[in-house]
Structure formats: structure tokens, C-alpha cells
């Protein structure tokens, strides 16, 4: 693995600027794209000081309003006297971008009740009618279904092993139901960003139904680990990379044990290629880039902080915005760059502090990545989270898409 310091940002970045040089290509000019129009996707929770009329949607194709819940078997807002205005402010949004599609997701993590929802086809039938008249009441372009997980329990949730097939059959009846429309709906579902999820899940009929899986290749080293590592990165490593780390030695168990399936690092282009080899059309793939990132104490200087056991976590998540200002202005972060996971990373030795996330460079690179693979384009958790200057991450994957 290299891992080059600071003055190779601005080497990354003259190559960013130069179209001579496609980002994340190792071609030349002549690089093919095989999908020169991704999606750029947005979640978006609201937020007091980030109104819909101060959002740059004419950087988006997609903007996911999050989320509604299951509430008594529907898809509701907790709070429609709050939620309420405030999508439909997100809505008239679409006179400045006429294409832009709003979308609005139920679920998200933590969110139950969806085993229960799926069960019969009594139960999807009252949700799937509920859904309906949400989108007719807001006149929204579609929904996304952010269920964490079908078979799987996330933060407690009822799991069931009927799950994997009654998942299918909701994804079945939504696709039905949005066809019913006079103008197209779009259906999507965000996905884990590792494989074992994709055991519960009968990929080949889903994506029958859906326009898009949104994966979510966050959280990849995740808010409950000691140790220090890339929580999104787009690389495809191996454990030759991590061999002799305490992170390498530490997946390593994992597998051993049996609690993980693969003894390598997971990133994007890994779930990526797994997906494809799976049969999934890879134009219905995107991927996702991290708006915040994590932050480690008590962690060593070896290898700058990078897979290393810490004292635990300082910060669980913290927003990009916060980032630029509070550490990336600060000169005790240094900021490294991760050729082989292609994702940057910052060290405060005084401080032994380590800071995992996406920056300019990274998101530009995601882009490009599923441009010349094909992909359907990139999505992101959370706008909100970006910072509200010029240059942000948004800026980056605008400028990635369009040069």
C-alpha cells in the first residue's frame, strides 16, 4: 500500500483538472465511458439552516426526502405537521430543475416494523395503498425503501426468515402500484455494502421491480469498531494489504470464526464486482459516498493511525462541514492519501487522533469510477452534512460528472 502525504492532494487534484487525465482511470484520453449521465442522488433530512430553496438542485437528478416510518402498517411521517410543509417547500424545488425527480424514503436505520408490514399480502396490500396516497398527496417521482435489514436484525429490529421472500413480493407490489401512474415512477432500496446481506435477499427478482439499488458502501469500518481503517473507500484491497496490522490481524479472527465470509477489507469496487458477478445489471448499481466521517482517539502513530487498535471512538459520526472547518483547517491533521484504497485519511499525532472520510478528491473519484464502469451513478448520505461553501463535496461530484 502507498500512502503518500499532503502534496500528493494537490497532484490528485491537478489531475482531477485535467482532461487529459479522467479521474480514477490509470487510460489516456481515450477512455470510454460507459455511462456518461449518472445519477447524482441526494438524501436529504431537512435541516433548520439548509431550506429546500438554498439546496443546488440543478446539481441533481434524484432527491430522497428522509424518512417516513412504518406507523400501524403505513408509510406515514412521525411528524407530518414538520415533515409536511417541508417536503412540499423540497418539491416546488422542481421549477428551478424540471427534471429533477423527488423521491421520499421510508425507513433508515433503527426504523421496525417492516417484517411485520411484508408478512402477508394482506399487510403489504395496506401499505403499498398508503404509499400510493403519499405520493398522490405530495406528488412526488417515487419512493425508495430503506429497510435495514430483511433477515437480518439492524439496531434491534424484528427479523424473520420469511423476510428474504417477502421482501420480494413488496418490492413487486410497489413496482406494480407506481406503474399505475400516468407519468413514470421511480422504485429504489438502499442495500448493505457487504455480501452477507445479499444472502437475504433474492437479487434476481428484486431488481426485476427496482429502478435502482442504492448501496450503501459507508460504514464499512463501523461506529462500534476499536479499530482505525477506511470506512468508505472505493479500492478493492486485499489482506496482503492489511498483513501485519492490527486490523489485518483482527479480520483475520473474524473469519477464522467464522463471523465474517470474507478475510478481505470491504470497499465499493469489491461489493461492486460482486454484485455484477451475481447477475445484477451494473447500470442498477449505485454506489455511495460518506457526507461525514469518523474520528478515532487514543490511536498510535504507526502507520499514521491507519489500522490500528485505538482507545475507541472520540466522534461516532461527524458531518464534512464540520470536518473542513474543525480539522482540515487545523495543522495539527495531517491528511494522507490511500492509493490502494483509493481514500484519504488524517493523522493528529498531538492529539492521537484518526479521522476517516470522504473529501473532494474521493467523491470525484467515486464518480468517475461508476462512469467508466457503467454504473448507475452515485448517491450520498447526507446532503446536509456537506458544507454550504463553494467547493464542496457536491460541487465535486457535479464537476466529475459533467467534464
Request: charged letters at 25%.
Given at each position: ?9 494537490f497532484l490528485?487534484l491537478?489531475?482531477a483538472?485535467?482532461p ?5 482511470s ?8 460507459l ?5 447524482i442522488?441526494?438524501y436529504?433530512?431537512?435541516?433548520r439552516?439548509?431550506?429546500p ?7 441533481l ?6 424518512f417516513?416510518?412504518?406507523?400501524d402498517?403505513e408509510?406515514?411521517?412521525r ?6 410543509p417541508?417536503?412540499?417547500?423540497l418539491?416546488?424545488q422542481k421549477d428551478?430543475n ?15 416494523g417492516f417484517s ?6 394482506e399487510s ?5 395503498q ?7 398527496e ?8 430503506d429497510?435495514?435489514y430483511?433477515g437480518?436484525?439492524g439496531?434491534?429490529?424484528?427479523a424473520?426468515d ?7 413480493a413488496?418490492m ?5 402500484m407506481l406503474d399505475?401512474?400516468?407519468s413514470?415512477k ?5 442495500s448493505?455494502?457487504?455480501k452477507?446481506?445479499f444472502?437475504?435477499?433474492?437479487m ?8 435502482f ?5 459507508y460504514?464499512q469500518?463501523?461506529?462500534?469498531s ?5 470506512h ?11 498483513k501485519e496490522?492490527p486490523?489485518?490481524a ?10 465474517n465470509?470474507?478475510p ?8 461492486v464486482?460482486?454484485?455484477?458477478e451475481e447477475?445484477?445489471?451494473p447500470k ?7 457526507f461525514y466521517?469518523r ?11 491507519l489500522y ?20 482540515e483547517?487545523?495543522?495539527?491533521f495531517?491528511?494522507?492519501w490511500d ?10 499525532q498531538?492529539d492521537?487522533?484518526?479521522v476517516?472520510?470522504?473529501d473532494t478528491v474521493?467523491?470525484?473519484?467515486k464518480t468517475?469510477?461508476?462512469?467508466e464502469?457503467?454504473l ?8 446536509g452534512?456537506?458544507?454550504k461553501?463553494e ?11 459533467n467534464?
Amino acid at each position: 500500500m502507498f500512502q503518500g502525504r499532503f502534496f500528493l492532494v494537490f497532484l490528485l487534484l491537478a489531475i482531477a483538472c485535467n482532461p487529459q487525465n479522467p479521474i480514477g482511470s490509470e487510460a489516456d484520453n481515450d477512455t470510454k465511458l460507459l455511462n456518461p449521465n449518472p445519477v447524482i442522488m441526494a438524501y436529504y433530512v431537512p435541516e433548520r439552516n439548509f431550506q429546500p430553496e438554498e439546496i443546488p438542485v440543478e446539481k441533481l437528478t434524484h432527491i430522497i426526502f428522509s424518512f417516513t416510518q412504518v406507523i400501524d402498517g403505513e408509510m406515514k411521517f412521525r411528524n407530518p405537521e414538520n415533515s409536511g410543509p417541508k417536503l412540499e417547500a423540497l418539491v416546488k424545488q422542481k421549477d428551478r430543475n424540471p427534471d429533477l425527480k423527488v423521491m421520499i424514503a421510508c425507513g433508515g436505520w433503527g426504523a421496525d416494523g417492516f417484517s411485520d408490514m411484508a408478512l402477508t399480502e394482506e399487510s403489504r396490500a395496506k401499505f403499498i395503498q398508503s404509499a400510493r396516497d403519499f405520493i398522490v398527496e405530495y406528488q412526488l417521482d417515487g419512493m425508495d425503501m430503506d429497510w435495514e435489514y430483511p433477515g437480518i436484525s439492524g439496531a434491534g429490529t424484528k427479523a424473520r426468515d420469511e423476510d428474504k421472500q417477502n421482501f420480494t413480493a413488496l418490492m413487486k407490489g410497489l413496482r406494480e402500484m407506481l406503474d399505475s401512474f400516468e407519468s413514470p415512477k421511480v422504485l429504489t432500496f438502499a442495500s448493505a455494502g457487504w455480501k452477507r446481506y445479499f444472502d437475504f435477499v433474492e437479487m434476481e427478482k428484486v431488481m426485476k421491480y427496482a429502478d435502482f439499488t442504492n448501496v450503501m458502501t459507508y460504514d464499512q469500518v463501523s461506529g462500534v469498531s476499536i479499530y482505525t481503517g477506511h470506512h468508505t473507500p472505493l479500492g478493492d484491497m486485499t489482506s496482503e494489504e492489511v498483513k501485519e496490522t492490527p486490523f489485518g490481524a483482527h479480520l483475520d479472527s473474524l473469519y477464522q470464526n467464522g463471523q465474517n465470509m470474507d478475510p478481505h477489507p470491504r470497499s465499493a469496487q469489491k461489493i461492486v464486482d460482486f454484485l455484477i458477478e451475481e447477475g445484477v445489471n451494473p447500470k442498477q448499481i449505485v454506489i455511495g459516498g460518506a457526507f461525514y466521517g469518523r474520528v478515532w482517539r487514543g490511536v498510535p502513530p504507526a502507520n499514521n493511525g491507519l489500522y490500528q487498535l485505538s482507545g475507541g471512538l472520540h466522534i461516532g459520526w461527524m458531518a464534512y462541514h464540520r470536518i473542513r472547518d474543525e480539522y482540515e483547517a487545523d495543522a495539527s491533521f495531517e491528511r494522507f492519501w490511500d492509493e490502494k484504497a483509493q481514500a484519504p485519511y488524517m493523522y493528529n499525532q498531538q492529539d492521537s487522533l484518526f479521522v476517516s472520510y470522504d473529501d473532494t478528491v474521493s467523491v470525484a473519484l467515486k464518480t468517475r469510477y461508476t462512469m467508466e464502469k457503467g454504473l448507475g451513478g452515485i448517491m450520498f448520505w447526507e446532503l446536509g452534512n456537506d458544507t454550504k461553501e463553494e467547493g464542496s463535496l457536491l460541487d465535486a461530484i457535479y464537476k466529475a460528472a459533467n467534464d
